[in-house]
């Protein structure tokens, strides 16, 4: 197992992803993400509409599902963790829903 992506981001946008997964002939290629670990800072306003949601599929044109990983920021710190996963993908990216002030991270590990 090894990390396939991670990042951090203190606003709304996307802040790890890969298409590392693709093959140039269109067919073939592909990822197994077995575990994501994210985390978010606590924050003074709590925001039950933000988080981080991890979407997957064949390519960013081709999502196939979302997993929301992490509601909106919270008065307390959050480690999540989502071990022994088998989604087998092509793509993936984390992308957080609104501005988090205290921040968000993501690690994202597999073959």
């Given at each position: 197992m090894?990390?396939l992506g991670?990042?951090?981001?203190t606003?709304?946008t996307?802040?790890?992803?890969?298409?590392a997964?693709?093959?140039s002939?269109g067919?073939g290629g592909?990822?197994?993400?077995?575990?994501?670990?994210?985390?978010g800072?606590s924050?003074?306003?709590e925001?039950?509409s933000g988080?981080?949601?991890?979407?997957?599929g064949?390519?960013?044109?081709e999502?196939l599902?979302?997993?929301?990983?992490?509601p909106?920021?919270?008065?307390?710190a959050t480690?999540?963790?989502?071990?022994?996963?088998?989604?087998?993908?092509?793509?993936?990216?984390?992308r957080?829903n609104?501005?988090g002030?205290?921040?968000?991270?993501?690690?994202?590990f597999g073959?």
């Amino acid at each position: 197992m090894k990390l396939l992506g991670s990042g951090r981001s203190t606003a709304e946008t996307t802040f790890a992803g890969t298409t590392a997964g693709l093959s140039s002939g269109g067919s073939g290629g592909g990822l197994r993400i077995k575990r994501i670990t994210a985390y978010g800072a606590s924050s003074v306003v709590e925001n039950t509409s933000g988080g981080i949601n991890f979407v997957y599929g064949n390519s960013s044109g081709e999502p196939l599902s979302t997993l929301t990983i992490l509601p909106g920021p919270t008065s307390v710190a959050t480690v999540v963790t989502l071990d022994g996963l088998d989604i087998y993908t092509r793509w993936f990216e984390a992308r957080t829903n609104e501005a988090g002030a205290g921040g968000y991270g993501v690690f994202v590990f597999g073959d």
